[in-house]
């Protein structure tokens, strides 16, 4: 069973994830075994990559973990 972030932050999170995707983000998450990661197939426009490195790269890493989480999923077409 996968762990969903508490609702606080998994709003905030959520917020995040598709202010990214709204502005062209292309990233997917890959999520197995409960471990989260990103794949990066095609480059970003420059509003979602700007928004990426400025906004979520910073983010400690349980909180970018939270906003991966509610990418795109690589398992879903």
Known sequence: MTEQPDCENKTEARKLAEEYMLLGGRR?????????????????????????????????EERRKEVEFFLPSINNP
């Not at 997917?28 to 979602?48: F, L």
């Not at 490195?53 to 983010?59: A, M, R, V």
């Open 28 to 60: 997917k998450s890959k999520i197995d075994d409960n471990i989260t990661d990103v794949r990066k197939w095609e480059d970003d426009p420059p509003e979602a990559e700007s928004f990426w490195t400025g906004q979520i790269d910073p983010l400690d």
